[in-house]
C-alpha cells in the first residue's frame, strides 16, 4: 500500500505563484510514475502534469505549460508541482497520485494510489 500526501495549496492572488508538495510512501517511490491532477466544481479531473519514475520524461497539460513545473527528489519521496502566473482559472482541488505499473501516465485511470487533495484558490 502506498499513501501519498499533499501539501502546499492556499489562497493566491492571480500572478503570484505556489509550490504544491507530495509526500509518498513506499521503499519503490523511485519505480512509481507520478501526476498532478486538479477537479475544478463541475468539471472533470484532469491531469495537469506529470513526470516518469527517473524524472527524464514530464508532461504538460496545454493549459499550464510555460507555467508549471513538475520536479521529484527519490532521495526525499517527494514530487513537486512549482505553479508560477497562476491564474483565477487555475482555481480547484489539486491531487497528486501514484502509479505503480506505467513509466509516465497521463490518465486518472493509469494511476493507483491518491491523496486527498488541496485545494487552491486563485484570486482576480
Known amino acids: 500500500q502506498v499513501q501519498v500526501v499533499e501539501s502546499g495549496g492556499g489562497l493566491v492572488q492571480a500572478g503570484g505563484s505556489l509550490r504544491l508538495s507530495c509526500a509518498a510512501s513506499g521503499r519503490t517511490f523511485s519505480s512509481y510514475a507520478m501526476g498532478w491532477f486538479r477537479q475544478a466544481p463541475g468539471k472533470e479531473r484532469e491531469c495537469v502534469a506529470a513526470?516518469?519514475?527517473?524524472?527524464?520524461?514530464?508532461y504538460y497539460a496545454d493549459s499550464v505549460k510555460g507555467r508549471f513545473t513538475i520536479s521529484r527528489d527519490n532521495a526525499k519521496n517527494t514530487v513537486y508541482l512549482q505553479m508560477n502566473s497562476l491564474k483565477p482559472e487555475d482555481t480547484a482541488v489539486y491531487y497528486c497520485a501514484a502509479d505503480t505499473v506505467f513509466e509516465l501516465a497521463t490518465t486518472a485511470g493509469e494511476y493507483d494510489y491518491w491523496g486527498q487533495g488541496t485545494q487552491v484558490t486563485v484570486s482576480s
Open positions: 513526470i516518469s519514475w527517473s524524472g527524464g520524461n514530464t
